[in-house]
């Protein structure tokens, strides 16, 4: 047990060490200028986001027009093949196959 508590100080002081020696080996390093170049790429990524997301926004609106533009004319079709057919069942059909039986057999 008493191994085990040398051994844990023992990495907690290595920790504390490391960290001040990284702290010291790293004062070289230009963290400004890595932080300066970074917010650069992150503002060019999120420009370019934001141009995408318009154009989804516009292709978006324009299936929009393009589906209700087809459901219009759906609409329409149905409701013309309705009159065709209301017109086809109100017609006496068994004159326009006599008609075409006469005209085939002249």
Known sequence: ????GVMF???VGKGV???ASIERD???VPFRELELRLNKT??????KLDQQTEILKDVYDTVCKTLN?????R????R?????????????????VSDIKLAYNS
């Open 1 to 4: 047990m008493v191994l085990s």
């Open 9 to 11: 100080g023992s990495a």
């Open 17 to 19: 060490l490391g960290s």
């Open 26 to 28: 790293c004062g070289d």
């Open 42 to 47: 992150l503002n060019v990524i999120i420009r």
């Open 69 to 73: 533009e087809i459901e219009k004319m």
């Open 75 to 78: 609409v329409a079709m149905d």
């Open 80 to 96: 013309g093949f309705e009159r065709i057919l209301d017109s086809i069942e109100r017609q006496d059909v068994n004159k326009l």
